[in-house]
């Protein structure tokens, strides 16, 4: 399978002229097409910043990402923001949905950014939110969904663009044991039925298991990186 | 959508998002209502002038208004007012014999402009018999009636039917008297015409001042009043021999008053959107400050910076204008309450009637100016968008979406 992400020598460090502080120091790793990889790691290992790096929300201090090919580390702002709608999907730890929007145009949102048709747009969102068991929810506002239901709203909208990955910081984090299985079980058929390919972050053992590869951080450095 | 997510957000917050739909709406009130009652000011004090002194056009020899010599009579004036008495388009034309001189009670003396009308025809072109106070506006049959002003009856102490002498220069520079009984004593909204104008009939001041037939002043009032200066000018072609001017030009300062209303209204509109513009910042600056973690999953999902920007300018613009229509409606019932009964200003009528104003103000609200109050708010609007926007746009994704 061919690599999705490719990072080389990747290097964000904090302070740099003060107190130099390496969240991610050297970090060279390549993510192929459908896996279901797992970044773990103590807090303040270094996760959500490679996370933020390799989704082109922030711009390395040193080193290379290269997203499908594509070497996103010298891509203009502008464009970078379009290549994340093109190619990368995101799901935060959580209330990362617009609050004025309902679950349905949450989802759509996306897609109106991406300039799709009408039809195209409703026929997806109701897709997306059938595939995540919130096809009677679609009409709900965030604040009248719960922490799961609101995570698995965001799984939908991250997949509507059709993204070539999709990252997920902590999306177990806020989340009661049993909305978090139910979450990370369309996580892992989304991955094995269509393919889609995750990585996501996590300190949670429950979560870790579930990874087909786990890539351990500390202190910003790749200190294991295992495939189940 | 971005509409949507605009006026969405909104009602998020809604007592802030009121307080500053009723503080755009207060504002527009201030000023509109503001704008109405001295439009209503201005229109009176212009119509006090025209109505009671100028009428909407006058006619003289060109060298009268210099010092309003005798000599200086309309030539064929009473041959020009028939002809002119017959236009359609003038609702009253009057002819009159003016000089100035002394009157004089047993009590007192003061100089004043005396008026040598026909009484009929200058019911049709003043409204100073609209205001007689006490007695009447001439009495058929009588002979060597005078009417004056209160103000100058107070001076002289003049009673209804007392006597009082006129003296003057007559045409061939002699000085003469003459004896007047008042006949009337008119207040009107302009305590200067009153206390320095005295009206006694034609052909009396004919008599006195030795000037036959002549007349000196020819007063038009037009039916549409808005056409004084085209009707001037258009008369003045007719008759390049004579001074044809329209009030605005006899009277200039009441011109500039009435031109630079507009204007100076503006300002003041402009003044209060200004201090409008700030509370509009401070709330739009609040919600974009609380807003961080939604900006950056915004542009983390992909809504460009153009998208971004144009959602607070959408978002300003409509917290703003929401409050235009409650302003204009506020602004309409108001104005149309006390123009139908007026704003007793009666504590100040002294120092008003200096002005030609009355005690009774009606506000009047000027439709053509509702539009360009609304086009200046939105752009207040629009102004007050750019800096919180501004702010927005300077957001790092990485670090906005860990905000709380």
């Keep these: ?228 | 959508m971005l509409f949507k997510i605009a006026w969405r957000n909104i009602w998020r917050n809604k007592t802030r998002s009121i307080v500053v739909i009723a503080a755009v709406a207060a504002g527009l009130f201030a000023g509109m209502f503001m704008m109405a009652f001295f439009g209503g000011v201005v229109k009176q004090e212009v119509e006090t002038a025209v109505q009671t002194q100028l009428a909407h056009i006058q006619i003289h020899h060109p060298l009268f208004p210099e010092d309003k010599g005798l000599d200086y009579a309309i030539p064929n004036g009473m041959e020009l007012l028939q002809q002119l008495q017959t236009n359609p388009v003038y609702k009253g034309v009057s002819g009159r014999v003016i000089t100035t001189g002394m009157i004089s009670s047993a009590a007192d003396a003061a100089g004043v402009e005396i008026q040598g009308i026909d009484p009929e025809t200058e019911q049709s072109v003043s409204n100073v018999f609209s205001f007689i106070k006490e007695g009447a506006y001439f009495t058929a049959g009588k002979k060597n009636e005078i009417v004056v002003g209160q103000k100058l009856a107070d001076k002289l102490r003049l009673i209804l039917h007392g006597k009082v002498v006129l003296t003057v220069l007559d045409r061939d520079g002699n000085l003469t008297a003459g004896s007047f009984r008042i006949a009337g004593i008119f207040r009107s909204n302009y305590s200067t015409f009153d206390a320095t104008t005295v009206f006694i009939r034609r052909e009396e001041s004919a008599a006195l001042l030795h000037t036959g037939d002549q007349i000196h002043e020819i007063a038009l009032l037009l039916k549409n009043g808005d056409q004084s200066d085209q009707q001037a000018r258009q008369l003045a072609k007719q008759y390049p021999g004579l001074l044809v001017q329209s009030w605005k030009a006899l009277s200039p300062e009441m011109a500039m008053l009435s031109s630079m209303f507009d204007q100076i209204m503006y300002i003041i509109i402009g003044i209060i959107l200004l201090a409008l513009m700030f509370g509009i910042i401070n709330t739009m600056l609040m919600a974009v400050l609380e807003r961080q973690r939604e900006f950056g999953v915004m542009m983390a999902i992909g809504m460009n910076k153009v998208r971004i920007f144009l959602m607070i300018v959408l978002e300003t613009v409509l917290l703003t204008c929401a409050g235009i229509p409650l302003g204009i409606l506020f602004t309409i019932t108001a104005v149309e309450y006390s123009h139908r009964y007026g704003i007793d200003l009666s504590g100040f009528s002294k120092g008003l009637s200096q002005y030609g104003i009355g005690n009774l103000i009606y506000p009047e609200l000027q439709t053509n100016m509702l539009l360009p109050i609304i086009a200046m708010t939105a752009i207040t609007a629009l102004l007050a968008s750019l800096y919180p926007a501004k702010i927005a746009l300077k957001y790092k994704p990485a670090t906005a979406i860990h905000k709380m």
Excluded: W
């Excluded at chain 1, 192929?32 to 290992?45: D, I, K, Q, R």
């Excluded at chain 1, 464009?79 to 989802?107: C, M, W």
């Design chain 1, 1 to 228: 399978m061919s690599n999705v992400i490719e990072t080389i020598h990747l290097t964000k460090v904090y302070n740099p002229e003060t107190i130099p502080v390496y969240a991610v120091n050297d970090v060279s790793l390549q993510i192929a097409e459908g896996e279901f990889t797992a970044l773990v790691g103590p807090s303040g290992s270094g996760k959500t910043t490679l996370l933020n790096l390799i989704g082109g929300l922030d711009n390395p201090t040193e080193g290379t990402i290269r997203v499908s090919g594509v070497d996103i580390t010298t891509m203009p702002e502008n464009k970078l923001i379009d290549f994340r709608l093109q190619h990368i999907g995101f799901v935060f730890q959580s209330y990362n949905l617009i609050p004025v929007l309902t679950a349905a145009e949450n989802v759509e949102l996306v897609m109106l950014l991406q300039q799709k048709t009408k039809k195209e747009r409703e026929l997806r969102t109701k897709e997306l939110l059938e595939e995540v068991g919130l096809a009677d929810k679609m009409h709900c506002r965030p604040s009248e969904l719960s922490g799961g239901q609101q995570q698995r709203v965001a799984v939908a909208r991250a997949l509507a663009s059709k993204p070539r990955f999709i990252l997920a910081d902590e999306p177990t984090a806020n989340l009661d044991s049993k909305s978090a299985e139910n979450l990370l079980e369309i996580m892992e058929r989304l991955n094995k039925e269509e393919q889609v390919t995750f990585i996501f972050s996590t300190h949670d053992p429950r979560v870790i298991e579930k990874g087909k590869r786990v890539i351990t951080l500390v202190d910003g450095k790749i200190v294991s990186d295992t495939q189940s």
